[in-house]
């Protein structure tokens, strides 16, 4: 195995006090993909914008990482929505100037191992549905029922995402109508709306397959959040061509071009609070930067639990706020470097999914209640075989990622130590998994064995170290349907000068911190400014 060596690949400038500019428009904490949208496109509009990343990388979740002569993604395995020219796609093009491509995955782009059975879904909504159709015959009116109601479920996603951008007057006179679009199943939870269509377990279970795309079981999953997911890769799913780490750099020159600037090693230790407004943030080395717009994109948690004075949460209510919330699960990553090419090896563009039976909550109750038990889901990408470019950038190489969901407290104990120096005991228990999870690999793809040069194990503590997260929360908050419900979680906080942006606001997924973005900026100049930068964004035919 390589030596746990500091990865190469970093972009962003590295912090030092002495490199800020004195008079910055905005300052946004954080360079996920929610805080680079906002501050790109605030610096489109002419806005001077310092992004503070306390990773020594930018991207956020978006970022990749090199070591021993391999590369991984961290948070990106596929995106959907971006073959054509959608919205997603659209606002993707003009965030890079064109500079960031996709490449399609296989059409069959997710496959469900479901005990000892297996289902799969195939991209193109018709391709879809005639795909389910060959693997349930009995069912075609629950998939047509189905599919109706995610076709209707673009209107009630549509509803969520305008009614936190609306400023509060107008939100209040159109409470009854986005009441009415988010009616029936869309405030239910998946397993009742489903369970009312079929009965057919193998079914349901299918439909929710990707379960793991927002972190949720069908018992505990909010339909709208099943629908959002469900929509996003009907089409098929995509992968960054030149690796995840393409998105931020080609939206840092956006923010650079207007005279801002993306700051690496540069962590936040408070949002600073005068006469109940704010004033600008303290970094980690004690240098104040004046700022009176400050946009958190570091989640909120980390906001209001970790940044603000705790007097200033307590007197704003999100004290009080912040207990109908709750962490998203942690997860186990294992990074995995194969010598020989995808082809070589034979390694698909598809995504596997495997679980140990058709009843999803099930199996996640026993897991949580005994780390021996089956994994109630394991997520196997390829993306190597993904990426059009990988070869070019690591001849003759492969990688493959697992990930699996693991409770924060099993590793909380050693929450205080430094990466990379947790002790004998931590690495054992992560090895341990590691090679537990490694076996799901072999049993699907039996000629990889022996052909691993190299792997590498993360838990809910390297979320927290490289992530910035607290519980290593893998979506930032848990998607229950209380979280939906939650209208303070909005771009604008009833502390003046403070704002809110990334996957807390919206919903996770690249796509969603992208739209909290902009809808963000929208919240911060106001409709009237944002309208022609709308029509330039979204200019041309739709699809
Ligand atoms: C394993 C995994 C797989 C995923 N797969 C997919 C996928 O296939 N497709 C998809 O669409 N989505 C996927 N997601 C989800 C997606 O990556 C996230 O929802 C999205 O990128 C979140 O963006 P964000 O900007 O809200 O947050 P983040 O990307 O987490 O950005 C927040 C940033 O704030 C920084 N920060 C925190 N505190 C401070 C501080 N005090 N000072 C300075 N900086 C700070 C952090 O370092 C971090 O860079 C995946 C996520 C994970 C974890």
Redesign the pocket.
Known sequence: MAKMSPSTLRIGYRYRSGRLAPDYDAVV???????LTTAALLSELGWKVCV????YTA????HSYERGGYEWD??????GEVGAATRTRKMFDFLSDGNLKWAPMDAEYDRFYVGDKVFNAIAGKQEFRDNLVRQFPDEVEAIDAYLRLLERSGDALSAFGMSRGMPALLRWVAKPWLAWKRRGPFRRLTWDVLSDLTSDRDLIATLCGQWG?MGMPPKRSPFMAHAMIARHYLYGGYYPVGGSWRIAETIIPKIQASGGEVFTY????TILVEDGKVTGVEMQDGHRIECACVIS???VD?TFNH?LPDSVVARSGYRRRMQNVQPSVG?L?VYIGLQGTAEELGLPRTNFWIYPSNDYDAALDRFQEDKDAAFPIVYISFPSAKDPDYENRHPGTSTIEI?APAPYEWFEKWRDATWGKRGDDYEAFKEALGERLLEYVYAKLPQLRGKVDYYEVSTPLS?NW????QRGE???LAHTQERLNQDWLRPQTNIPGLWLT???VLT??????MM?GLITTMSLVGARKMAPLLKVIYAGPGA
């Not at 490289?466 to 997260?469: E, I, W």
């Open positions: 904490i954080g360079s996920g993909m929610g805080g503070l990343e306390q990773h991207g956020g979740f978006t961290v948070g990106v395995h596929y995106i795309d540069a962590k936040v230790e994109s570091a989640g980390n940044l997860h990553g990930v979320t490289f992530g910035g997260y893998l979506y930032g990334g996957q807390d996770c997924g690249v796509t969603g911190a909290a």
